[in-house]
């Protein structure tokens, strides 16, 4: 079955800088790769995702970039603010199969004012 | 307001003695599914169910129990909890596409904080 990893599991950046997570996939037919945002007490939320046929993904200050040859996705967040403080979650999957998501293990991104 | 209620929110409770942690939707989703939350380990599927009738297990289904009787309520039951099952639950919806695959674009409940002691 399909296995993510993700990294870091801890990330602290100084407001106003950028964070950048990253995750590996191990199933080549993994096609669909979302983020999830979980703030403290609530449960995650889909922020963006990318599908295997794109490279790159922008959405204001967050964005999403695959890489399928080297099976791995990375999540930039720019000008970060203290809001963007939360518990961030890589997944993948492959859509259109009825296959079940497959998550990261989690970041937690702490964002200092 | 479009929502996954989870109760109870906190639940302590002895080894062994039976529970259950209620799931509904009201959006009409066909699609429902738990996870546990641990430290270092993310979010891990127990069961899912892709309509009224129809579960099947994630990967981590050992020690749960799940029904769909009606379309809005998934209950978790836990036949016989262990320390091990101590752990962040959350309970998901979504609705079907058009071709009947799965919209991953999850609708999380506010999570069940279970200690089992």
């Known amino acids: 079955g399909e296995n993510v990893e993700q990294h870091p599991s801890t990330l602290s950046v100084q407001e106003g800088d950028s964070a950048v997570i990253k995750c590996t996939y191990s199933?080549?037919?993994?096609?669909?790769f979302p983020w999830y945002k979980q703030e403290l007490g609530k449960g995650p939320q889909l922020i963006i995702d990318?599908?295997?046929?794109?490279g790159e993904k922008k959405d204001q200050r967050i964005a999403v970039t695959l890489n399928k040859t080297a099976k791995h996705f990375s999540l930039h967040i720019t000008e970060t603010q203290p809001e963007d403080s939360a518990v961030y979650f890589c997944a993948a999957t492959v859509s259109g199969s009825a296959r079940q998501l497959t998550f990261g293990s989690g970041t937690q991104l702490t964002v200092l004012p | 307001e479009a929502q996954v209620t989870q109760n109870p929110r906190y639940l302590i409770t002895v080894t062994g003695k039976k529970l259950t942690v209620t799931c509904s939707q009201n959006?009409?989703?066909?699609?429902m599914s738990w996870y546990r939350q641990d430290p270092g380990l993310g979010l891990r599927q127990i069961y899912y169910?892709?309509?009224?009738?129809?579960?099947d297990k994630g990967d981590v289904p050992e020690g749960y129990k799940v029904s769909r009787k009606e379309k809005r309520n998934f209950p978790l039951i836990l036949e016989s909890p262990s320390p091990n099952q101590t752990s962040l639950y959350f309970c998901?919806?979504?609705?079907?596409?058009?071709?009947?695959?799965?919209?991953?674009?999850?609708?999380f409940g506010s999570g069940t904080r279970l200690t089992v002691v």
């Open positions: 199933d080549s037919a993994s096609n669909y």
């Open positions: 959006m009409n989703h066909e699609y």
């Open positions: 998901a919806s979504s609705p079907r596409t058009g071709t009947g695959d799965i919209n991953y674009g999850y609708t």
């Open positions: 990318i599908r295997s046929n794109v």
């Open positions: 169910s892709m309509n009224v009738e129809v579960t």
